[in-house]
């Protein structure tokens, strides 16, 4: 049995998109876990399984990991989807492969500053894996983000967990033919798409920030100091608020062309 976990929140946008790609592309028998936190609970018919959850992304699936461990078998496959990320094609023999080499795979966002850690977009491993390890999608551990400065994120604590046990997990990769942001709207693997910050609206990622305009330099007249510090200030929030409106407008377009139907929208990407 295939047990997919994914969390859902405060919209409803990606329930039915996701829960079709799922049952169109899986072959294997599988069940749907979800939470709806501040979604109408009609949307439950979508899925096998709904947890009532409140916290953060990360403590909602380790919950969701927990309950389904109660009930799964050590062979039983553990699935983490992201609620605005869904299979395009079979997952199955790229798991396989994986699965057959390494204790897990998941997608390692490389294109985000180097990303290190598994994040939870699409992550596979068995029940048995989760529990020996243990599986913790929390943050902790840091490593160097945009422009060196120390970071951390979802996933962390799960890599540092893979690094103490030796387990070896496989990374998988965006696989974009043409790329629309460099972080949001990928393919990984030619098995999976994840929208990105499907939830929020105008994030900038790490990526954005690494590529954010230099400050202008600081005057050698100290009088003309507090006037320069002003105009970096303004020229980021700008820049900022520039990149947020372009994610919305992007976003936007890109959902209505996947709620339609059809691939092709894909067919740009791949």
């Known amino acids: 049995m295939l047990y997919i976990a994914s969390v859902h929140y405060n919209s409803p946008r990606w329930i039915e998109i996701q829960t079709r790609h799922i049952r169109e592309h899986i072959p294997v028998a599988h069940q749907i876990w979800s939470s709806l936190e501040g979604i109408e609970p009609s949307y439950a018919v979508h899925f096998d399984r709904i947890l009532e959850q409140r916290g953060s992304h990360a403590g909602k699936l380790n919950h969701m990991a927990m309950e389904i461990s109660q009930e799964a078998s050590d062979d039983d496959l553990l699935m983490f989807l992201d609620g605005d990320a869904f299979p395009i094609a079979d997952p199955m023999p790229l798991i396989e492969d994986a699965l057959s080499r390494a204790g897990l795979l998941a997608v390692r966002r490389a294109e985000n500053v180097d990303e290190p850690q598994p994040h939870p977009c699409f992550c596979v491993t068995t029940v048995g894996t989760w529990r020996a390890l243990p599986g913790d999608w929390t943050a902790g551990p840091t490593w160097p983000g ?5 970071t951390t994120d979802v996933g962390g604590n799960l890599l540092r967990r893979l690094e103490l046990t030796g387990t070896p997990w496989v990374h ?5 033919r043409r790329n629309i942001d460099p972080l949001y709207f990928a393919v990984y693997g030619d098995v999976v798409y994840h929208h990105g910050a499907g939830f929020r609206t105008g994030e900038l990622s ?4 690494a ?16 006037i320069v510090r002003l105009l970096n200030r303004r020229r980021w929030r700008r820049w900022e608020r520039e990149v947020a409106d372009k994610h919305v407008r992007q976003s936007q377009l890109i959902y209505e062309r996947i709620r339609a139907g059809g691939s092709d929208w894909l067919a740009e990407l791949i």
């Open 146 to 150: 945009a422009r060196g400065k120390p």
């Open 172 to 176: 998988v990769l965006r696989s974009n």
């Open 206 to 209: 790490p990526v954005d920030r």
């Open 211 to 226: 590529d954010a305009p230099a400050p202008l330099a600081l005057s050698s007249l100290r009088g003309a100091r507090p």
